[in-house]
């Protein structure tokens, strides 16, 4: 997975994964990893539901020990798109 823009931000909660995403997860990409936001919480393996050990991930991804900042309340405030 790689930060896409300057001061992009992304956060992947409870995701499953397949085994081609390595344990660093990230890579960098022109120094775009220095101004990004990445963040992880709860991800498994596709396969077999097993947890990730985020701790391998690259330098710059937190790891969420909440999701309380995630809710689409949060995210979206009032707005309430049509699906």
Do not use: F, Q
Not at 66 to 76: A, D, F, G, M, P
């Amino acid at each position: 997975m790689r930060p896409w823009y300057p001061y992009g931000e992304t956060a992947y909660i409870n995701c499953a994964m397949d085994s081609h995403i390595s344990a660093k997860g990230w890579s960098e990409w022109d120094g775009r990893e220095n101004t990004c936001r990445a963040a992880e919480y709860g991800s498994y393996r596709k396969a077999d539901g097993t947890k990730i050990d985020l701790t391998k991930r690259a330098y710059w991804v937190v790891r969420l020990t909440s999701t309380s900042n995630y809710t689409k309340s949060v995210i979206l405030g009032g707005w309430s798109p049509r699906l």
